[in-house]
């Protein structure tokens, strides 16, 4: 996730919120880690950020996920993440979803597939931040 995006400042109200309600909660950005492509080795030879990243997602209560929409979808390192984890990594998390995107949709299409594909179940309720660029005057206190 690009620092200073409309996807990071989204995050970080929703981070902000939870923290509000006394969770302890910490970032994970994917770039800071080195995730081999899902398919490319079997499960028994992941790499140790894989590992590791699969340890901090089963070790903790909730997950928020964010993402920009790209075209209809989430974003190509993000869906590679989701399929190097496997359906018990997510068992009995509570998972909130933020989608940014630029258009008068929001992003709708992305994160109604993402619960569907990975066994989720998630409230029927979901916010979507249609005309994302106008985050760019959001400014966190």
């Not at 995730?35 to 790499?47: K, N, T």
């Not at 594909?117 to 966190?140: D, E």
Request: glycine share 8%.
């Amino acid at each position: 996730m690009t620092k200073g995006s409309s996807t990071s400042k989204a995050l970080a109200i929703a981070l902000r919120g939870a923290a509000e309600y006394d969770a302890a909660t910490s970032l994970l950005e994917l770039h800071d880690f080195d995730l081999v492509f899902a398919g490319s080795v079997p499960p028994d030879e992941y790499p140790p950020d894989v590992l590791r990243m699969r340890q901090a997602i089963r070790e903790s209560q909730g997950i928020i996920l964010a993402t920009p929409e790209y075209h209809g979808s989430l974003t190509g390192a993000l869906k590679n993440m989701l399929d190097l984890m496997s359906i018990d990594d997510f068992e009995t998390k509570i998972i909130g979803l933020v989608g940014i995107a630029g258009g008068h949709v929001g992003a709708i299409h992305s994160l109604n597939t993402m619960p569907r594909h990975h066994f989720w179940n998630c409230t029927t309720s979901i916010l979507f931040l249609p005309g994302a660029f106008h985050l760019t005057n959001i400014r966190l206190t």
